[in-house]
C-alpha cells in the first residue's frame, strides 16, 4: 500500500467501529450448555444446605430446649446385658417440684392433698422393659408394702428405700459440715434413688437402665397437656382422703381428679392393690392417647409436653429421651401389659405391715413375661389321610338295635357303614378283615369301638371290614362327663383398650 492510500484506508476502519453497537448491547456469547448444567446443579446444591441447615438447626433447638430444661441424676450404674432396656418409674408424693423449689399454695389447693412439708413418699414404683426391637413393652409394678433388701438398711417396704435413705444421708452430709441445703438435697436424693434402684434390681432380677421420677404435679399438669385421659369403673367412687368423687361408667379425667383417682386406695376392696390397678389402668390410658395420636413423633405435640417434663420430671443423666422417644413411638398402643408382682401374705414386722415377697418367684414371673417365646417346632410332614374304610356290621349279641349303634359309633370315628344287620349269636366281639387288605383298617375300627380283637379271614371280600357283635361288647362312652371350663380370666391391662375396673 502506498503512503498516500494509508489514510483513506484508516477513515474506512474507524468508519466500521463506529458503527459496531457498544459492547452492553451486543447479546454476550452463551456459554457451552455443560456448564449452563453446572451452574443449576450449584443453585440446587446451596438451596438444599440452606434448608438442611435450617432444619438441623430447628432439631438442634428443640433438642436442646427439652434437655437442657430437664433435672437429671447420676444414678445408674451398669444396666441390663441384653439388648432391651429397662426402666425404673417412681412417682413420688412431694410439696417441691423436680428442682426442689417449693410449690405455690394456689398449685396445693389444686393438688388437693399431698405430702407433709418436709415428707417423701415413693408409693409408685413400676420397672417398664422394652425389647430390643422396640415394637411392645412389659410393665411390672411393685406395690410399695413390699418387703425388699434395701441396699444398706437391711429388710423394709419398698417404699421406705428412698425417703429413709435421703433423711440419712442428709443427717450425715449435714453432720461433715455441708450447709448448702440445694446440695443436701441433690446428693442425698441422689443416694435415696440409688437405694431404691437396688431394691428393685434384688427383688426383680433386672439390671435398671434409666430411671424417670414423676411428682404430684407431673400427674396433674401431664393428664392437662393431653385433653385427660379415659377410664372406666365399675361403680361409683367416693373417698374423702383422695378426694376421689367418680360416677360409674366411663369418663374422661385430668387434672386433680387423674390425681384422686389414681391415688384413692380407702373404700376399694383390694386397698392399696387395688390403688395399683388404678396407677395401671391410668398409665395404660396415657400411653394409649400418646402413641396413638403420634404425639413422640410430632414436634408440635411433643413441645406441648415440655413444659410439664421440665417442672415435674427427673430421669438419669445418661438417658437420650428423645431418642428414646422415636423408639418408644413404634410401640403399637396395644403391646403395653400392665402386671403386678406374685406377693405372699401380709405380715407384720418391726416396720408395721408388709407384704412378703420371694425373690425367686418374682424373677421366674419376671422372666416369663420378658423373655421371648421359643420358635414354635417346625411342623412335621401331614400324615396322608387314612384310605376310606366300609365296614359291615352283624349283630350277634341277641341286643336289639345294637348293629345300628355301632355303625353310629363307626360313622362318628370317620368309617363308613356298609350292610347292618343280624348274625349269628356270638360271645365275643371282633373285626375281621382280608389277607390282602392287611389288619391296618380293621384295627382303625376295632380302636373306635372300643378296643375289640381283630382277626383275618377269607370271608371277607377285599376293601372292606366286617364287624361281628359278640354278648361281650360294650358300647364305648361318646365322651365322659366335659371338664369344667376354667373361670375367665381377667382381661389384662394394657394400652389398647379401657377395661372397667373397681
Same mark, same amino acid.
Given at each position: 500500500?502506498?503512503?498516500?492510500?494509508?489514510?483513506?484506508?484508516?477513515?474506512?476502519?474507524?468508519? +466500521?467501529?463506529?458503527?459496531?453497537?457498544?459492547?452492553?448491547?451486543?447479546?454476550?456469547?452463551?456459554?457451552?450448555?455443560?456448564?449452563?448444567?453446572?451452574?443449576?446443579?450449584?443453585?440446587?446444591?446451596?438451596?438444599?444446605?440452606?434448608?438442611?441447615?435450617?432444619?438441623?438447626?430447628?432439631?438442634?433447638?428443640?433438642?436442646?430446649?427439652?434437655?437442657?430444661?430437664?433435672?437429671?441424676?447420676?444414678?445408674? &450404674?451398669?444396666?441390663?446385658?441384653?439388648?432391651? $432396656?429397662?426402666?425404673?418409674? !417412681?412417682?413420688? @408424693?412431694?410439696?417441691?417440684?423436680?428442682?426442689?423449689?417449693?410449690?405455690?399454695?394456689?398449685?396445693?389447693?389444686?393438688? +388437693?392433698?399431698?405430702?407433709?412439708?418436709?415428707?417423701?413418699?415413693?408409693?409408685?414404683?413400676? !420397672?417398664?422393659?422394652?425389647?430390643?426391637?422396640?415394637?411392645?413393652?412389659?410393665?411390672?409394678?411393685?406395690?410399695? @408394702?413390699?418387703?425388699?433388701?434395701?441396699?444398706?438398711?437391711?429388710?423394709? /417396704?419398698?417404699?421406705?428405700?428412698?425417703?429413709?435413705? /435421703?433423711?440419712?444421708?442428709?443427717?450425715?452430709?449435714?453432720?461433715?459440715?455441708?450447709?448448702?441445703?440445694?446440695?443436701?438435697?441433690?446428693?442425698?436424693?441422689?443416694?435415696?434413688?440409688? *437405694?431404691?434402684?437396688?431394691?428393685?434390681?434384688?427383688?426383680?432380677?433386672?439390671?435398671?437402665?434409666?430411671?424417670?421420677?414423676?411428682?404430684?404435679?407431673?400427674?396433674?399438669?401431664?393428664?392437662?397437656?393431653?385433653?385427660?385421659?379415659?377410664?372406666?369403673? /365399675?361403680?361409683?367412687?367416693?373417698?374423702?382422703?383422695?378426694?376421689?368423687?367418680?360416677?360409674? #361408667?366411663?369418663?374422661?379425667?385430668?387434672? #386433680?381428679?387423674?390425681?384422686?383417682?389414681?391415688? $384413692?386406695?380407702?373404700?376399694?376392696?383390694? #386397698?392399696?392393690?387395688?390403688?395399683?390397678?388404678?396407677?395401671?389402668?391410668?398409665?395404660?390410658?396415657?400411653?394409649? /392417647?400418646?402413641?396413638?395420636?403420634?404425639?413422640?413423633?410430632?414436634? *408440635?405435640?411433643?413441645? *406441648?409436653?415440655?413444659? !410439664?417434663?421440665?417442672?415435674?420430671?427427673?430421669?438419669?443423666?445418661?438417658?437420650?429421651?428423645?431418642?428414646?422417644?422415636?423408639?418408644?413411638?413404634?410401640?403399637?398402643?396395644?403391646?403395653?401389659? &400392665?402386671?403386678?408382682?406374685?406377693?405372699?401374705?401380709?405380715?407384720?414386722?418391726?416396720?408395721?405391715?408388709?407384704?412378703?415377697?420371694?425373690?425367686?418367684?418374682?424373677?421366674? &414371673?419376671?422372666?416369663?413375661?420378658?423373655?421371648?417365646?421359643?420358635?414354635?417346632?417346625?411342623?412335621?410332614?401331614?400324615?396322608?389321610?387314612?384310605?376310606?374304610?366300609?365296614?359291615?356290621?352283624?349283630?350277634?349279641?341277641?341286643?336289639?338295635?345294637? *348293629?345300628?349303634?355301632?355303625?353310629?359309633?363307626?360313622?362318628?370315628?370317620?368309617?363308613?357303614?356298609?350292610?347292618?344287620?343280624?348274625?349269628?349269636?356270638?360271645?365275643?366281639?371282633?373285626?375281621?378283615?382280608?389277607?390282602?387288605?392287611?389288619?391296618?383298617?380293621?384295627?382303625?375300627?376295632?380302636?373306635?369301638?372300643?378296643?375289640?380283637?381283630?382277626?383275618?379271614?377269607?370271608?371277607?371280600?377285599?376293601?372292606?371290614?366286617?364287624?361281628?357283635?359278640?354278648?361281650?361288647?360294650?358300647?364305648?362312652?361318646?365322651?365322659?362327663?366335659?371338664?369344667?371350663?376354667?373361670?375367665?380370666?381377667?382381661?389384662?391391662?394394657?394400652?389398647?383398650?379401657?377395661?372397667?375396673?373397681?
Amino acid at each position: 500500500m502506498s503512503d498516500r492510500d494509508r489514510p483513506a484506508a484508516a477513515a474506512r476502519a474507524a468508519a +466500521r467501529r463506529s458503527a459496531r453497537p457498544p459492547a452492553r448491547d451486543r447479546p454476550a456469547p452463551r456459554p457451552p450448555a455443560g456448564r449452563r448444567w453446572l451452574h443449576r446443579f450449584q443453585v440446587v446444591v446451596a438451596a438444599l444446605s440452606a434448608l438442611t441447615v435450617l432444619l438441623t438447626g430447628a432439631v438442634w433447638t428443640l433438642y436442646r430446649d427439652v434437655t437442657a430444661g430437664i433435672t437429671t441424676t447420676n444414678v445408674i &450404674f451398669g444396666g441390663s446385658s441384653g439388648g432391651g $432396656q429397662n426402666i425404673l418409674l !417412681v412417682g413420688v @408424693d412431694s410439696r417441691t417440684d423436680a428442682q426442689g423449689n417449693p410449690l405455690p399454695d394456689e398449685v396445693l389447693a389444686q393438688l +388437693r392433698s399431698g405430702a407433709e412439708s418436709g415428707v417423701l413418699n415413693s408409693d409408685t414404683v413400676i !420397672v417398664v422393659h422394652v425389647p430390643a426391637d422396640g415394637t411392645s413393652a412389659t410393665a411390672f409394678s411393685i406395690p410399695r @408394702d413390699t418387703e425388699v433388701r434395701i441396699p444398706g438398711l437391711g429388710r423394709n /417396704k419398698v417404699n421406705a428405700a428412698y425417703p429413709q435413705t /435421703k433423711a440419712e444421708a442428709a443427717s450425715r452430709l449435714s453432720a461433715e459440715g455441708v450447709t448448702d441445703p440445694r446440695r443436701i438435697d441433690q446428693e442425698s436424693s441422689q443416694a435415696g434413688r440409688q *437405694a431404691l434402684i437396688g431394691a428393685v434390681q434384688d427383688l426383680t432380677g433386672l439390671g435398671i437402665d434409666h430411671y424417670a421420677e414423676v411428682n404430684l404435679l407431673g400427674f396433674y399438669n401431664l393428664t392437662r397437656a393431653i385433653g385427660g385421659v379415659e377410664v372406666c369403673l /365399675k361403680a361409683p367412687a367416693r373417698d374423702a382422703f383422695s378426694g376421689a368423687d367418680f360416677p360409674a #361408667g366411663p369418663q374422661t379425667i385430668s387434672g #386433680g381428679d387423674a390425681l384422686a383417682f389414681v391415688r $384413692q386406695r380407702h373404700g376399694l376392696a383390694g #386397698g392399696d392393690l387395688s390403688r395399683i390397678t388404678r396407677q395401671q389402668v391410668f398409665l395404660a390410658a396415657v400411653a394409649n /392417647k400418646v402413641l396413638s395420636s403420634g404425639t413422640l413423633t410430632d414436634p *408440635a405435640k411433643l413441645g *406441648a409436653l415440655i413444659e !410439664v417434663v421440665q417442672q415435674s420430671v427427673v430421669i438419669d443423666s445418661g438417658w437420650d429421651v428423645l431418642g428414646f422417644a422415636r423408639e418408644a413411638s413404634q410401640i403399637a398402643a396395644g403391646n403395653m401389659d &400392665f402386671h403386678t408382682i406374685p406377693t405372699g401374705p401380709t405380715e407384720d414386722t418391726g416396720h408395721g405391715d408388709v407384704l412378703s415377697a420371694d425373690p425367686r418367684a418374682v424373677q421366674e &414371673f419376671v422372666t416369663r413375661h420378658t423373655d421371648p417365646e421359643p420358635a414354635p417346632p417346625a411342623e412335621a410332614a401331614a400324615a396322608p389321610a387314612p384310605a376310606p374304610v366300609v365296614a359291615d356290621v352283624g349283630n350277634g349279641s341277641g341286643t336289639t338295635g345294637l *348293629a345300628a349303634q355301632v355303625a353310629t359309633i363307626l360313622g362318628q370315628n370317620g368309617v363308613t357303614p356298609g350292610a347292618i344287620g343280624n348274625a349269628p349269636d356270638r360271645t365275643t366281639s371282633v373285626v375281621r378283615y382280608s389277607q390282602a387288605d392287611g389288619d391296618a383298617a380293621a384295627r382303625r375300627v376295632a380302636d373306635a369301638l372300643g378296643g375289640i380283637g381283630v382277626e383275618q379271614s377269607d370271608g371277607v371280600a377285599q376293601g372292606r371290614v366286617q364287624v361281628l357283635i359278640g354278648t361281650d361288647f360294650a358300647a364305648p362312652q361318646a365322651g365322659g362327663a366335659p371338664e369344667q371350663a376354667p373361670a375367665p380370666a381377667t382381661p389384662p391391662i394394657t394400652a389398647g383398650g379401657v377395661p372397667c375396673i373397681d
